[in-house]
């Protein structure tokens, strides 16, 4: 052979060497109604590579062999998708992605042992995003998830208090979670609100349904766990967003920065947030006094992933000064009054609130100052076929209520309560496809009173513990999932005395020995046990179409008032008192679901039905002549009773979202629930007045029609117009005894919104704006579980109208700068 033949062939023999050597890039766009979608994650299969689509919906894969591959895209809120690519060279792909308005398919963490999918859950669980979040005017995380889930209600006390309710259950029968962490500030307390920063939140989870298999005591009616932003940048970037937000109606003013970093495997990010408001205003009452607010918050958090697993360290801090209304007016004018006596008070003869008082931002001398502390470590050991996961924090909350003109500086009530908490799940391996965890849960509580002049509770030692086994297997088109757990829970306290300061007059906590001690609270030490335990399973007749039931079991141990509360709280106006010889609560909830997902339209329909052993309420203490009984002038007096109760009702959603109108979406949703009281013993004595449970909401309505732009705009981004109408039907159905609670009115509520995404040149999102305004007619109304309804000190009013309304008109403008 010639040399020069020898080198033709030398060089032919390389040609496969090189092509095959070579690595390759993919290379693509992803669009939803064409246009493109930021936040996809791209998985390339085989392989462990992933990337995420940036601001124009870019994504880059590159350092690949020639072969064939699968990319496989998912992100909430659309249909994952499967895509082969035959890669021979460099590849340039176009994948479009469909909207999933029903969310099947998205991950979700609470109330199971790990992460699943929302299809896979019998228990029926409803998930928000941030985005639907900032599409409605919200005062408070509540209420957005209120506007944003059936079933869910709370009952308010002014524009910043908002307590949760699933299916007519509330107080320490929901169980609210922050990233997992049981949220522990008196949460039995009637007059203030969740401990958390709205602006923080980016999706919540809200479980509708006895979940003490996961969490013990207090999840008998459901939970909702707040979970704030992932972080989820590139390495040695740092982003942000700054959130400002105003609303009329109270000038509410709110402005948060929240911070983004990261460097190799750590994650870092930071968010501080203030809002202040005056007094809220409506057509019958005007400036409605006592409702004025400052917030403050602060949070950081520091995470590490590893091959191993991860580790994320959080500390929040939260601090609101909040006004206490407590609804005197004058008779005449029906215009708000003021307490400027301690003794002699006369709360039908106090002067009238100024003017220039009604819409002030300062903080009122007679207000509340709470103040919350959280600090928590979540972490995940993984193994070849297994994960350790611990979730320990400690938390403080300090509520102080200023009820004292004469001396402003002396808090009525001071009570700091410190808890641990514990959580240690352990995901065992796969045997014959059962996946199952065991785990164990709960916390060690103390509360104390100090320098304070009223004790509506004693200062108690809480130890909480809890066992349990979850599993879960699919046969088919079958998912099944259940288990069973065992709590304890101790709760006690040593004798409280109470005495008068001699200078004051006020109440103090003395010694036992001290003059003229009196015995407040006796001793008290007792266990509770429950056993509760759940059994469902998900039919999935098809992709688009499935059947959910489920047979949970809760349990409740009675709350701290609620056994041992013996005195007023300021903030609420009321006195409350317990009953030591109480028994823990005990519910059997049934639920049946329906889901389709259809080409136009998706349809939910769930129904429920719970019955409760031992069920815990307040009602109006009265004499034997029927008239209210009064401990301390000024302020109501309710005495808590135990009985049988049911509760049932319905949630059904019709979304419609024709594919050939793709830019139109009609959402619909009615929810129901009827609560009845079981107590034999007042139903024959009292019949009608005793028949049902206070604080059920009325039959509610929500219809949205919303026009989103699918036109690629040079400026705009998905910019949207909508219009939806809330329609609450009259409350028949409430607890009369005692006067208790009364008849509530329906009313519909009209509110319209836009809003768009501003672009720059390089076509990424600069600024978010939503400008809204909700009650467009200025509708007087007010909801059956508003407690100022109930504020009324008169029994003729000039107006005719008894009680404190619900906000009027109130128009809403926010922006959202990403950076």
């Known amino acids: 052979m010639s040399f020069k033949s020898l080198i033709i062939a030398s060089l032919i023999s390389f040609i496969p060497i090189i092509v095959f050597g070579q690595k390759l890039t993919i290379q693509g766009s992803i ?12 998985k390339l299969y085989p392989g462990t590579i992933t990337s995420k689509t940036n601001s124009s919906g870019i994504f880059k894969i590159g350092e690949l062999s020639a072969g064939s591959y699968q990319l496989i895209c998912s992100g909430i809120g659309y ?8 890669l021979k060279s460099d590849s340039t792909v176009k994948i479009e ?3 999933n308005t029903s969310n099947l398919n998205d991950v979700v963490i609470t109330g199971m042992s790990r992460a699943t999918e929302l299809r ?9 995003s941030k985005r639907n979040m900032d599409q409605n005017v919200n005062t408070n995380l509540i209420d957005a998830i209120v506007k944003g889930i059936p079933g869910v209600s709370a009952v308010t006390t002014g524009t910043n208090v908002s307590k949760p309710f699933i299916r007519g259950l509330g107080y320490n029968r929901v169980l609210t979670l ?26 919540a989870e809200v479980v509708k349904g006895p979940a003490s298999l996961t969490y013990g005591s207090d999840a008998l009616a459901g939970v909702i766990n707040m979970i704030p932003g992932n972080i989820d940048i590139s390495d040695k970037t740092l982003k942000g967003d700054v959130t400002i937000n ?19 495997d750590w994650k870092y990010a930071f968010r501080a947030t203030g809002k202040a408001a005056h007094n809220y205003y409506n057509k019958v009452d005007g400036y409605v006094f006592g409702t004025a607010f400052q917030e403050f918050n602060l949070s950081a958090s520091a995470r590490i992933d590893k091959k191993w697993g991860y580790s994320k360290t959080a500390v929040t801090y939260y601090d609101n000064l909040m006004e206490i209304p407590d609804g005197s007016r004058d008779s005449l004018t029906r215009q708000f ?19 220039n008082e009604l819409k002030s931002y300062v903080i009122n001398p007679l207000h509340q100052h709470i103040q919350h502390f959280r600090f928590y470590n979540t972490s995940q050991i993984k193994f070849a076929n297994s994960d350790l996961n611990f979730l320990f924090g400690g938390q403080q909350s300090v509520r102080r209520e200023y009820n004292h003109p004469t001396f402003p500086s002396q808090a009525g009530l001071n009570v700091v309560l410190n808890t641990l908490n514990y959580d240690v799940k352990y995901n065992l391996p796969d045997i014959k496809d059962i996946e199952s965890t065991i785990g164990i849960n709960g916390m060690l509580q103390g509360n104390r009173s100090k320098n304070a002049t009223d004790f509506p509770i004693p200062d108690y030692d809480l130890f909480d513990i809890g066992a349990f086994y979850f599993a879960k297997k699919s046969f088919g088109k079958v998912d099944v999932s259940g288990g069973v757990r065992l709590d304890r829970r101790n709760i006690s306290w040593n004798n409280f005395y109470v005495g008068t300061n001699s200078q004051t007059g ?18 008290f030490n007792k266990n509770y046990y429950g056993l509760s335990g759940s059994l469902g399973l998900t039919y999935n007749i098809s992709e688009k179409f499935l059947i959910k039931a489920n047979l949970a079991r809760g349990y409740r141990a009675p709350n701290i008032t609620e056994i041992g509360s013996n005195g007023l709280d300021p903030g609420a106006h009321i006195v409350y008192l317990g009953n030591r010889t109480f028994k823990p609560e005990f519910n059997l909830q049934q639920d049946l679901g329906i889901i389709s997902y259809f080409k136009d339209a998706d349809l939910s329909l769930e129904v429920f039905n719970n019955d409760i052993q031992n069920y815990i309420f307040q009602s109006r203490l009265t004499d034997e002549n029927g008239n209210p009984v009064v401990v301390v002038p000024g302020n109501l007096t309710y005495q808590y009773q135990q009985s049988k109760a049911r509760l049932y009702g319905a949630e059904f959603s019709a979304n419609i979202h024709p594919s050939n109108l793709k830019w139109l979406s009609f959402n619909n949703s009615i929810a129901y629930v009827v609560g009845l009281n079981k107590n034999e013993a007042l139903l024959n004595q009292y019949g009608n007045e005793a028949k049902y449970l206070p604080f059920i909401p009325p039959l509610q309505i929500r219809s949205e029609i919303k026009l989103t732009s699918t036109t690629q705009h040079v400026l705009f981004s998905k910019p949207y117009f909508k219009i939806d109408a809330v329609i609450a039907a009259n409350q028949n159905k409430f607890y009369a005894l005692d006067d208790t609670e009364s008849f509530t009115a329906g009313y519909t509520l009209i509110n319209a919104g836009i809003g768009t995404g501003i672009k720059s040149k390089s076509n990424k999102t600069v600024l978010d704006v939503f400008i809204q305004c909700d009650n467009i007619f200025n509708t007087a109304y007010q909801a059956h579980l508003n407690r100022l309804k109930y504020f009324e000190y008169y029994t003729e009013y000039p107006n005719d109208k008894s009680g404190i309304f619900n906000m009027g008109r109130n128009f809403s403008f926010k922006a959202i700068i990403p950076f």
Not at 120 to 128: E, Q
């Open 120 to 128: 896979k859950s019998p228990v029926p669980i409803a998930v928000l």
């Open 178 to 203: 922050y990233d997992g962490l049981r949220q522990e500030g008196q949460q039995w307390g009637d007059e203030h609100g969740i401990e958390v920063d709205e602006y923080g939140i980016s999706r």
């Open 506 to 523: 006020f109440g103090k906590k003395v010694d036992a020995n001290a003059p003229n001690a009196t015995l407040q609270f006796p001793h």
């Open 337 to 355: 009054t003021k307490q400027i006596f301690d003794f002699g008070d006369d709360i039908k003869n106090r002067p009238i609130v100024a003017d």
């Open 31 to 42: 669009l939803s109604r064409n246009l493109p979608v930021e936040g996809i994650t791209v």
């Open 97 to 99: 992605l469909t909207e």
């Open 246 to 264: 105003y609303q009329s109606n109270n000038g509410m003013v709110g402005t948060s920065l929240g911070l983004l970093y990261a460097k190799n």
């Open 79 to 86: 249909q994952s998708l499967k895509y082969k690519v035959d």
